[in-house]
C-alpha cells in the first residue's frame, strides 16, 4: 500500500490505495464523493472529470498515487455549501441537462475552459467539450449554458473590479 | 475495469528514475501522463509488473531555444507546448497538430515524449516529430545517445528506445528561412485517431523546392517519411501539378493499414489525396 497525501476541495486528506487505484476510486470510494461519476471508465466521455492542480484531467485515467501531493478539485468544491457556480447556475437556467450524469464533468471541463478564454466562441466551447459525451442534451443547451456563465463571469469581474477600492 | 496489480515509484530525480528501470529490468514501464498506458493495463493488453512515474521529473520539462530551433523536454504536455509563445512563433506546424490531440482533459496529461515512446502507428506526434526532423536524446544508467526521429519507429508499438532508456528530451532543428507548414488529417470520427495524418514542412529559394520533409502517419505500421514524395518535388517549382505528381507516391514501398473504417485501397487513395493538400497547403504558406 502507498500513501496518497493531497488536497480536495481545499482540505488535506491522506489516503492509504494501492498504486492500481484509480483517482476516481479515491475520490468516489475514499472520499464519499459522488458527484464524480464514471461513465465509459476508458477515458472517452468525461464524465470523470475533476481539477488536478489547476487543469482538467480525466479521473479514471490518473493513479491515485500520480495525485500524490495535488490539489484536486471535484464538483462538490465548485462552490460554497447552499451556493451555485455560475456554470451550474447557467446549466439550470439554460436547460444545459436532462438526466444529469454527464454534468458534473462538463461542468469542470467548462471550468477549465473559462479559466483560460474568458469569452469562448460556440467553436471553441464545443471544441472543449470535445472529451465530454451527453447522450441527452443534443449539447445545444450545454454551449448556450458556458455562453451564458462566461457572460455572467465577465459581468461579475467587471462589478467587482468597479466596487474595488481605487 | 480493473487492473492487474502491480508496483509504484516516483522517483525525484532522473538518476534514481534510470536506476529504478535498471533494478527491476524488463519488469518495468515507464509512465507519464499514462494516457496511452492506462487504457491498455485496464483492458490488460498490457502487463506491467512495476510502474516508474517520470511525468514529475523537472529534468524532462520544458521548451528552450536550441540552437535557433526548440528543444522540448519528453514530458511537457500537450498543454504547455500549445500555451507556449516560443513553439507559437518557431514551429507553428506542432500548434497546428497538437491542438487536435484526445480532448482538454487528455492535452493536459499526455506528454510528446510519451506520444513517441508509444509509437502508436495512428498518433499525430510522430508525423510532426518526422516532419520536423526532431532528434531525441536517449539516456540509461550507463550513459547517453541522440537518434533521429526517422528511423527511430520499427513497427506499432515498436521503438528503438531501449527498455533501460528514458527519454530526456526532443530537439527540434530551425526550419530552413520562409518554410511553410501544414498538417492535414483524416480522422476517424469516434476516436479522433488517423487514419491518414500528413505534415509538411516546405521551403523554396528561387523558385524551386529547395527543402521538403513529409511525415505520413496512420498510414503503415508505423509513421515514416514519404521519401520519394519528397524526392519528387525537390528541385520541382512546388506547382499544383508536381504536387500532384509527387503525391502519387505517398505510400510507395508501405504495407498500408487495412481495417473496416479504412481498407488498403481507400486508405491508400486517402494518403495519395491528404499528402496532396497537406503539401499545397505548406507551399502556400512559404515565402
Known amino acids: 500500500m502507498e500513501s496518497v497525501a493531497l488536497v480536495v476541495n481545499g482540505v488535506a486528506r491522506t489516503v492509504e490505495v494501492e498504486p492500481r487505484r484509480l483517482l476516481v476510486q479515491l475520490i468516489r470510494e475514499d472520499l464519499g464523493l459522488t458527484g464524480t461519476h464514471v461513465g465509459c471508465d476508458t477515458s472517452q466521455c468525461g464524465a470523470c472529470t475533476v481539477h488536478m492542480d489547476g487543469v482538467a484531467v480525466k479521473s479514471c485515467t490518473v493513479l491515485a498515487v500520480q495525485a500524490d501531493g495535488s490539489s484536486v478539485t471535484t464538483i462538490e468544491g465548485m462552490a460554497p455549501e447552499g451556493g451555485l457556480h455560475p456554470l451550474q447556475a447557467a446549466f439550470w437556467e439554460k436547460h444545459g441537462l436532462q438526466c444529469g450524469f454527464c454534468t458534473p464533468g462538463m461542468i469542470m471541463t467548462a471550468a477549465d475552459l473559462l479559466a483560460s478564454d474568458t469569452d469562448p466562441d460556440d467553436d471553441a466551447i464545443r471544441h472543449a467539450l470535445e472529451g465530454n459525451f451527453c447522450r441527452c442534451t443534443g449539447y445545444h443547451n450545454i454551449v448556450a449554458a458556458i455562453r451564458e456563465a462566461a457572460n455572467k463571469m465577465q459581468v461579475g469581474a467587471a462589478t467587482s473590479a468597479e466596487g474595488a477600492p481605487r | 475495469m480493473s487492473m492487474a496489480g502491480f508496483g509504484y515509484t516516483r522517483p525525484a530525480t532522473l538518476d534514481e528514475a534510470l536506476a529504478d528501470l535498471a533494478k527491476h529490468g524488463p519488469d518495468a514501464k515507464l509512465i507519464a501522463g499514462g494516457h496511452s498506458l492506462l487504457p491498455l493495463m485496464k483492458m490488460r493488453l498490457a502487463s506491467v509488473g512495476h510502474l516508474v ?50 480532448d482538454i482533459q487528455v492535452r493536459n496529461r499526455g506528454t510528446l515524449g510519451g506520444s513517441l515512446a508509444h509509437a502508436d502507428p495512428a498518433s499525430d506526434m510522430p508525423a510532426l516529430a518526422l516532419a520536423l526532423d526532431a532528434e531525441l536524446l536517449l539516456r540509461s544508467s550507463g550513459g547517453e545517445r541522440t537518434v533521429k526521429v526517422d528511423g527511430f519507429f520499427h513497427g506499432a508499438f515498436v521503438s528503438d528506445l531501449h527498455p533501460d532508456e528514458v527519454m530526456v528530451e526532443i530537439r527540434i532543428p530551425a526550419s530552413p528561412d520562409g518554410a511553410g507548414t501544414s498538417y492535414v488529417e483524416l480522422t476517424q470520427p469516434a476516436s479522433g485517431y488517423s487514419l491518414v495524418g500528413v505534415a509538411v514542412v516546405l521551403a523554396k529559394s528561387g523558385g524551386t523546392v529547395s527543402h521538403v520533409r513529409v511525415g505520413v502517419t496512420g498510414v503503415a505500421d508505423h509513421a515514416y517519411r514519404a521519401s520519394a514524395v519528397e524526392s519528387t518535388l525537390m528541385g520541382s517549382d512546388g506547382g499544383s501539378a508536381a504536387i500532384a505528381a509527387a503525391a502519387a507516391h505517398a505510400a510507395d514501398g508501405q504495407e498500408v493499414n487495412s481495417d473496416i473504417h479504412a481498407d488498403r485501397e481507400y486508405r491508400t487513395a486517402m494518403a495519395t489525396a491528404f499528402t496532396r493538400r497537406s503539401v499545397e497547403s505548406a507551399a502556400a504558406r512559404a515565402t
Not at chain 2, 498543454?79 to 507553428?92: I, K, N, Q, Y
Open chain 2, 53 to 102: 512515474d517520470i511525468g514529475r521529473l523537472r529534468e524532462l520539462k520544458g521548451i528552450r531555444d536550441w540552437n535557433g530551433g526548440l528543444a522540448i523536454g519528453a514530458a511537457t504536455t500537450y498543454r504547455e507546448v500549445l500555451g507556449s509563445a516560443l513553439v507559437r512563433d518557431r514551429f507553428p506546424l506542432l500548434i497546428e497538430g497538437l491542438d487536435d490531440i484526445g
